[in-house]
T-cell receptor, first 116, second 114 residues
Framework: AQSVTQLGSHVSVSEGALVLLRCNYS??????LFWYVQYPNQGLQLLLK??????LVKGINGFEAEFKKSETSFHLTKPSAHMSDAAEYFC??????????????FGKGTKLSVIP | NAGVTQTPKFRVLKTGQSMTLLCAQD?????MYWYRQDPGMGLRLIHY???????AKGEVPDGYNVSRLKKQNFLLGLESAAPSQTSVYFC?????????????FGPGTRLTVL
């Protein structure tokens, strides 16, 4: 079975500072990994995903994540935080659920605060 | 395209009452999902459907029932609501159930059970 651990339920950064949100996964097969963002009172929106190929994945709003198999990690970064980045971020791994289909298993989320 | 829509947006129930949450998608997706989101718990899968007329249990199915009579709609029912079912409910859909398929989420329904 697959699982996701997000280190830090709350992260605060200053505006303009580096954003680093940590995600470690467990999967018995080569993983497909996702980062979603949830703005207040909204649904989840895909930021980026890793399937195969290049291990550095670029997403929307200047975010990127690097897949490191040896560390079983998929950390999310952004060089310079903006006030509009304040949201909750979820890492997810795709796992086989039987009958040829896959499901997402989500981490518990990291709430990002950006300090002006 | 409206994407994934959910009705209602908010609802307050008394213990023992029943209700149905409606999810609709206009992207012709095969797969649909119902999740609940609780503080500090992330999203947990309640039920899902791999196509019209099919349903399957997820991680936390107890106390809920679902139906997928039409491809574009996925209904979540609470027959006898309990305070433990106070949560935010999200519907999602994906084109298919492939490992690489992203899921598209609705805006959520905030349910309070008194």
């Amino acid at each position: 079975a697959q699982s996701v651990t997000q280190l830090g339920s709350h992260v605060s950064v200053s505006e303009g500072a580096l954003v680093l949100l940590r995600c470690n996964y467990s999967s018995s097969v080569p993983p497909y990994l996702f980062w979603y963002v949830q703005y207040p009172n909204q649904g989840l929106q895909l930021l980026l995903k890793y399937t195969t190929g290049a291990t550095l994945v670029k997403g929307i709003n200047g975010f990127e994540a690097e897949f490191k198999k040896s560390e079983t990690s998929f950390h999310l970064t952004k060089p310079s935080a903006h006030m509009s980045d304040a949201a909750e971020y979820f890492c997810a791994v795709s796992g086989y659920s039987g009958a040829g289909s896959y499901q997402l298993t989500f981490g518990k989320g990291t709430k990002l605060s950006v300090i002006p | 395209n409206a994407g994934v829509t959910q009705t209602p947006k908010f609802r307050v129930l008394k213990t023992g009452q029943s209700m149905t949450l409606l999810c609709a998608q206009d992207m012709n997706h095969e797969y649909m999902y119902w999740y609940r989101q609780d503080p500090g718990m992330g999203l947990r899968l309640i039920h899902y459907s791999v196509g019209e007329g099919t349903t399957a249990k997820g991680e936390v199915p107890d106390g809920y029932n679902v139906s997928r009579l039409k491809k574009q709609n996925f209904l979540l029912g609470l027959e006898s609501a309990a305070p433990s079912q106070t949560s935010v409910y999200f519907c999602a859909s994906s084109l298919r159930g492939l490992a690489s398929n992203e899921q598209f989420f609705g805006p959520g329904t905030r349910l309070t059970v008194l």
